[in-house]
């Protein structure tokens, strides 16, 4: 049985310079964060998260979670076709469930559980 992906839900840019960072998004935006502490900061865009992750190497690049029913079951039917556990399912906060996996290429893939998401 195939993963049904909900679709494109959120996009976390590490960052090395959470304050630099904060202000570039907002100049570009014109806009703050809805949400804005030391650990991660979060704007709204559009009905989509844009989410800043500090300590992080940039040249990593933005990692893209997809909206699932389920996290462990995305994590579980990946693994079953090559994939490896990157970070286990777990509750970020307020029912919100995120998981990644690194694919067979090397890939990092997140799945996310928002039940407060809502397509703009």
Partial sequence: MALVLQGLRTVIHPVDDLDAAKAWWTALLGFGPYFDQPFYVGFEVAGYELGLL???????????????????????????????????????????????????QGALVGFIVNPHFQAG
């Fill in 54 to 104: 500090p300590g992080s190497n940039p040249a990593e690049g933005a990692l893209t979670y997809w909206g699932v029913a389920d996290a462990q079951a995305a994590v579980d039917a990946a693994v079953a076709l090559g994939a490896e556990v990157h970070t286990p399912p777990s509750d970020v906060g307020e029912g919100i469930v995120t998981a990644t996996v690194r694919t067979p």
